[in-house]
């Protein structure tokens, strides 16, 4: 079992749907990243949070830490949104400030 | 803005030739990362570094060799290019101590290699 799992594995919307994209981790964490790659793009990063809920234009990112379950919220989705969303954690017990990834979830928005 | 750039971004070579990919970043982060992305396999660490002339592998070392001799500069060797390392490879960099970017990790555009 992989220590960052994503749901779904994909996703196809309609412009306009709110969209959910769920992380689950099984190891403890300082901190939790959404990233994003479009297609033949690099990856950008998103969110970093820790705890709580941070919100960015549409994006919207949640944690619960008790849970080690994470969610990231698209409001009113658009073509432009398409893209592969990554969760990645950082754990307690791997050095530096590696990273562990999910396998990422292909978003398609549909005008 | 931070910036981390890669030699290239579409590589071609032969079995068996040795090959260099590089990455160069502009903020004096002391990590640096190299991954490989495969598809249904997601990002897969190979090797990384916290500071001029240290590495440590990750979860795939395996036909791979790092070298950081200057603090902005990451390279990744494959000694003996094999088919199986065909794959799209990203290098990225972060920082230490405190601030709002603590931590965060900043990718290049990645290199499309193909091993034929």
């Known amino acids: 079992k992989n220590e960052v799992e994503q749901s779904p594995q994909n996703l196809t919307a309609q412009e306009g749907e709110f969209i959910t994209i769920n992380c689950s981790y099984s190891?403890?964490?300082?901190?939790l990243h959404w990233l994003q790659q479009h297609p033949g793009g690099g990856i950008v990063s998103l969110f970093m949070?820790?705890?709580g809920k941070k919100k960015h234009g549409r994006l919207i990112a949640t944690i619960n830490i008790q849970e080690k379950h994470s969610s990231l919220h698209i409001t009113a989705s658009h073509p432009r949104d398409s893209a592969v969303y990554i969760c990645?954690?950082?754990?307690?017990?791997?050095?530096?400030?590696?990273?562990?990834f999910g396998e990422g979830t292909q978003l398609t928005v549909n005008p | 803005d931070v910036k981390v750039t890669q030699s290239s971004r579409y590589l071609v070579k032969r079995t068996g030739e040795k090959v260099f990919l590089e990455c160069v970043q502009d903020?004096?982060?002391?990590?640096m990362f190299w991954y490989r992305q495969d598809p249904g396999l997601g990002l897969r660490l190979i090797y990384f570094?916290?500071?001029?002339?240290?590495?440590e592998k990750g979860d795939i070392p395996e036909g791979y060799s790092v070298s950081r001799e200057k603090k902005e500069r990451f390279s990744l060797i494959l000694e003996s290019a094999s088919t199986n390392q065909t794959s799209m490879y990203l290098c990225?960099?972060?920082?230490?101590?405190?601030?709002?970017?603590?931590?965060?990790?900043?990718f290049g555009p990645g290199t499309r290699l193909t091993v034929l």
């Open positions: 570094s916290y500071d001029v002339k240290m590495k």
């Open positions: 990225a960099s972060s920082g230490e101590g405190g601030g709002s970017n603590y931590n965060e990790q900043f």
């Open positions: 903020m004096d982060h002391e990590n």
């Open positions: 190891v403890g964490i300082s901190a």
């Open positions: 949070l820790s705890s």
């Open positions: 990645a954690v950082r754990s307690w017990r791997t050095s530096g400030s590696r990273l562990t």
